[in-house]
């Protein structure tokens, strides 16, 4: 059992570095990015294959996250021409673009089998003690992004950042140059979810592409809404609720529906859009939204 509870804490916590990257993103620069999941898979295959080759973890999830927010570089600079509706479908074609190659390019990706024998983190200790280091690198890891990116939010860069997502035209006129600060946010936060991929893949130990399916980038989007665009904090609730309630769902059985896996699956989603929908009814800014945390 406990075993159990350390895994669903793990995999909330790399989600908290995902949703923390989306509402940089989103939250407070008002980027559509309905590709994040393509940064997760970046850093998560570039870790594992890096390693692979003998490189240090530590320096192949450095790389994954680095790689993964160069690869973000185009999508900012895209932002000179694109409004937010045609980044975000922009957005979904790079993401597709990257599962595309991770299916196909059998020689670097192994294609649909994926990756086995990833080196695990803390691969010296017992099985029993692995789980908990991996979950206390992570808290670590959770904690230093969400203090930077609180005193990132705090700087003039942060305020420059909501300046833009509020009134843009307003900003450039104050001189405020938008496809640099729109592209430094998307860097930062696909480096973040790079960095994400990289401890999920040496969690897992294992990578393929049907592991970054477009419904990780919808569910960290439910988490970011549900907890309160712009909140660091907010982020942080609506993951981890997200997650209680993705794991929690998985035992509906258990209440005689006597549902097969398709139709489980189905139902899940079903109950989560409701819930979204009632928190968008009733809690339009989210459980924890900015002005709430700063009041």
Not at 174 to 181: A, E, Q, T
Not at 197 to 206: E, I, N, Q, S
Request: aromatic residues 8%; hydrophobic residues 55%.
């Amino acid at each position: 059992m406990i075993s159990y509870l350390i895994a669903i804490a793990i995999i909330g916590l790399i989600y908290v570095l995902l949703g923390l990257a989306l509402n940089l993103q989103w939250g407070q620069t008002g980027l559509i990015n309905f590709g994040h999941v393509a940064s997760f898979a970046i850093g998560a295959y570039t870790s594992g294959l890096l390693s692979l080759t003998g490189l240090p973890i530590p320096l192949a999830m450095a790389a994954g996250a680095l790689l993964a927010g160069l690869a973000a570089w185009p999508l900012g600079r895209l932002t000179v021409t694109l409004k937010e509706d045609y980044l975000a479908i922009t957005a979904i074609g790079f993401s597709e673009v990257v599962r595309s190659v991770l299916e196909n390019e059998m020689w670097l990706t192994r294609g649909p089998s994926g990756v086995p024998g990833i080196p695990s983190l803390f691969a010296g200790l017992p099985a029993t003690e692995r789980g908990a280091a991996i979950l206390a690198a992570l808290v670590i890891a959770a904690a230093i992004v969400f203090l930077l990116l609180e005193r990132l939010t705090r700087a003039p860069f942060g305020r420059a950042l909501r300046a833009i997502r509020d009134n843009e035209m307003a900003a450039a006129a104050l001189g405020k140059n938008i496809v640099s600060f729109k592209t430094r946010s998307l860097v930062l936060g696909a480096a973040i979810a790079g960095l994400a991929g990289a401890f999920y893949a040496h969690y897992l130990t294992f990578v393929s592409p049907e592991q970054f399916t477009p419904e990780v980038t919808f569910n960290v989007w439910i988490a970011v809404i549900v907890g309160g665009s712009g909140s660091n904090l907010g982020t942080i609730l609506g993951t981890f609720l997200l997650i209680l309630f993705l794991e929690g769902t998985r035992f509906l059985n258990d209440l005689g529906l006597a549902l097969d896996g398709s139709q489980l699956g189905a139902l899940r989603f079903m109950l989560i859009g409701a819930a979204l929908v009632l928190c968008m009814l009733f809690r339009p800014s989210g459980l924890l939204p900015p002005s709430t945390r700063s009041g």
